[in-house]
């Protein structure tokens, strides 16, 4: 009752299949450079001086740090998101005449302010992992943003507005230009949330941004944890 | 040298040795298990799984402390294979165990593949957006692209493995060496102070906006920002020093050689001929709750040819199963106004089911052969006349 396969067979068999093993292991490699050709693709634009060829002479920070718009506020560090692919996040409800706009690179929320004139202010939402330097090194980014001088730690507690909504705790801050040229105004909101800082920032024509400073209080009020 | 030969082959045969990687097996899952706490489930499978060795920093000090799941589960198999050269014929009483045992090696064989050729990717549309690519989790790439032409950008996309490297890179469509002259795996950007924090970078957003390393994260729901000071080299002028980073929100734009390029640090793409469009990202609750009920994406594929222009409701345990590729529901973001979607794509997906089946009908033929067998030794023993 015994019946002996074609044992040569088997070998063979094996021996491809082994083979075909150490060919894959010898070909697992993520190291190759690749080139290809692709339609023309639209990236969010820098500002100026981000954007300049590198063979020409730079634009001044001061300049560009004191000169926000919507294009510059998506670029500056503020702007600058996490890479978070998915997992826990924060939701809000945006009052109805904010228009809502594409996510450009990576931020969280993007929204265009529209007020008499067609002047514009940029809200945008981003987030990253850590403190990001702390409470005092983002609001005197932001001060520098409207050419504020830095503030010191004592005068830290002074600087911000801070209240709790649905559980998040927010630092809020106020920043008026100090250049009567160019009178910008930015208004920031930063909560700590999972391991990173949310940043909410309002940046556009002064007198814009100061109408819309209640809406945007009650804005962050709405912010809460995503349910899942 | 036959001597050592012999000495192989009872070593690659013994079932001493199954029952040895077994129980490293065990082993390994148990301590990987335990390090899960510390590394996240991506960071263990990289270090105790996809591995030959497993390595461990004793005191700044990289030791092998453990054979990865590779070395066990390819050992396992060879063990397997090389067993049942030596040693089995096939008899019909033993069938079952044969298919059993094809079962097994073709689980272990589907886990290597899977390993070595399944690729997950994520795409993230915004409602009305269409792209025709997907990208990675955790993979990245610095691309120089040639972006003169109105029409079409030339892509040269360099694996981030090789920035880490520091390993120089010559290619026939640039016009420049590309090295890198920092890495950072993990890092935050931030704005340099007035005096002036040192930077590497010569040129671009570098001269404003400096990297900070920070330590590699394993957590699942955080990413890794990673950064490099990459030089451009050429014969004569060259484009100087870049500062790249998947934290950068776009690309920078430099000219050279009277051609405009962009250079940036990005999540490794995967394109496809044929692009997704997001119609509408749904959240449904339920009345009066904030519980959700279901997320949807009704999605527009499209095919240049015009071969496909449908569209198609991607919703849980519902994935859009197209070219190859799985699109499941991964998450939203945006205020419902943006999809996440994960993108699979596994060519072994169908070894493990058929190793199962393999197995479950190799026992229970092995149990019906056995049953029989006893059923008939026991008729011919109750059948015998009974021994005065």
């Known amino acids: ?228 | 040298m036959k001597t050592i030969l012999r000495d192989l082959r009872d070593f690659l045969v013994s079932l001493q040795l199954t029952v040895a990687l077994l129980v490293f097996g065990m082993l390994l899952v148990f301590a990987a298990t335990l390090d899960q706490t510390n590394l996240g489930i991506w960071g263990i499978q990289q270090k105790w799984f996809h591995t030959f060795i497993v390595w461990q920093d004793v005191r700044g000090v990289n030791l092998p402390i453990f054979p990865g799941g590779y070395f066990i589960g390819g050992l396992l198999l060879i063990n397997l294979l090389a067993a049942h050269i030596e040693r089995f014929k096939f008899t019909w009483r033993k069938a079952g165990i044969f298919l059993t045992h094809v079962g097994l090696i073709l689980l272990l064989i589907g886990e290597l593949l899977s390993g070595l050729w399944q690729e997950d990717f994520h795409l993230r549309l915004n409602e009305g957006e269409t792209r025709n690519y997907a990208e990675a989790f955790r993979d990245n790439e610095l691309v120089v692209t040639d972006v003169t032409d109105e029409k079409f950008d030339d892509v040269v996309a360099i694996p981030e493995i090789l920035l880490a490297r520091h390993t120089p890179v010559q290619h026939p469509r640039l016009p420049f060496r590309v090295v890198a002259k920092a890495h950072y795996p993990n890092s935050i950007l931030q704005m340099r102070k007035p005096d002036g924090t040192p930077t590497l970078a010569t040129t671009g957003l570098g001269r404003e906006v400096v990297a900070v390393p920070q330590p590699i994260t394993y957590k699942t729901d955080e990413a890794n920002m990673p950064s490099a000071y990459v030089e451009l080299i050429a014969p004569d002028a060259s484009p100087g020093i870049f500062l790249v980073s998947t934290g950068l929100v776009a690309p920078q734009r430099f000219d050279y050689g009277g051609r405009t390029w962009k250079i940036g640090l990005r999540a490794k793409r995967i394109y496809k001929p044929y692009s997704l469009t997001l119609v509408k990202f749904s959240h449904d609750r339920y009345a009066g709750t904030e519980i959700p009920k279901n997320f949807s994406s009704r999605i527009k594929l499209t095919t240049p040819d015009g071969r496909d222009d449908r569209e198609v409701l991607v919703y849980m345990n519902n994935p859009l199963r197209y070219a190859g590729l799985t699109f499941y529901q991964s998450g939203f973001a945006n205020n419902d106004r943006t999809t996440i979607l994960q993108v699979v794509r596994n060519p072994s997906w169908l070894l493990p089911y058929v190793a199962c089946a393999l197995m479950t009908v190799g026992l229970c033929a092995q149990f019906f052969i056995h049953l029989v067998a006893f059923v008939q030794k026991r008729r011919a023993k109750l059948s015998a006349p009974a021994v005065a």
Not at chain 1, 139 to 165: D, H, M, S, Y
Request: aromatic share 6%; net charge positive.
């Open chain 1, 1 to 228: 009752m015994t019946t002996v396969l074609c044992l040569p067979f088997i070998r063979r068999t094996t021996a491809g299949l082994l083979l075909t093993v150490a060919l894959l292991l010898s070909g697992c490699s993520k190291t190759e450079v690749t080139s290809y050709r692709v339609a023309k693709e639209k990236d969010t634009e820098l500002p100026g001086s981000m954007t300049a060829p590198a063979n020409t002479s730079p634009t001044p920070p001061e300049k560009l740090t004191s000169t926000p718009s919507p294009a510059a506020a998506g670029a500056d560090m503020a702007a600058t998101p996490v890479p978070t692919a998915s997992g826990p996040g924060l939701t809000w409800t945006a009052p109805a005449a904010w228009r809502a706009k594409p996510l450009g690179a990576m931020r969280k929320g993007s929204f265009d302010l529209v007020g008499e004139g067609g002047a514009t202010a940029d809200l945008s939402i981003t987030a990253f992992p850590g403190a990001v330097g702390g409470d005092l090194a983002n609001i005197n980014r932001w001060r520098g943003q409207v050419a504020l001088p830095p503030i010191t730690e004592a005068e830290l507690p002074k600087a911000a507005e801070r209240f709790t909504a649905n559980g998040l705790g927010f630092a809020v801050v106020d920043l008026a230009s100090a250049d009567p040229a160019n009178p910008q105004r930015i208004l920031g909101g930063m909560t700590p949330y999972q391991g990173a800082v949310w940043f909410f920032k309002l940046t556009g024509p002064d007198a814009l941004v100061a109408k819309a400073k209640p809406a945007f209080l009650d804005f962050l009020k709405t912010v809460k944890t995503a349910t899942p």
